[in-house]
């Protein structure tokens, strides 16, 4: 079994920080992309940013330059640095990780439970 838990959303004002973080344990070989999405009400899930094992970083282009995706390979944690929030950044933010459980089993995705971002104007 594969857990992630998210932690470090909460209620912030328009321009404040955030910083998410997300843990991956259980069975566990290695990692590959983890990557931070986000779905406000009404709107479909949409990729925030993710990082590769190597360190190769993407962004939506709504949050380059305020947001920032690193990892600790050590520890299968993920982190979200949010800078200049704004209100539609408003959002469920949840976690994802691809995981190999074995040397040779495929990878395969894990999605925490998210955790919720409100940022007021």
């Known amino acids: 079994q594969v857990q992630l838990v998210e932690s470090g959303g909460g209620l912030v004002q328009a321009g404040g920080s955030l910083r998410l973080s997300c843990a991956a344990s259980g069975s566990i070989f290695t990692i590959n992309t983890m990557s931070w999405y986000r779905q406000a009400p009404g709107k479909q899930r949409e990729l925030v940013a993710g990082?590769?094992?190597?360190?190769?970083?993407n962004y939506d282009d709504s949050v380059k330059g305020r947001f920032t995706v690193s990892r600790d390979n050590a520890k299968n944690t993920v982190y979200l640095q949010m800078n200049s929030l704004k209100p539609e950044d408003t959002a469920i933010y949840y976690c994802?990780?691809?995981?190999?459980?074995?040397?040779?089993?495929?990878?395969?995705?894990?999605w925490g439970q998210g955790t919720q971002v409100t940022v007021s104007s």
């Open positions: 990082i590769t094992s190597g360190g190769l970083t």
């Open positions: 994802k990780g691809e995981v190999r459980r074995t040397f040779t089993s495929r990878y395969t995705d894990y």
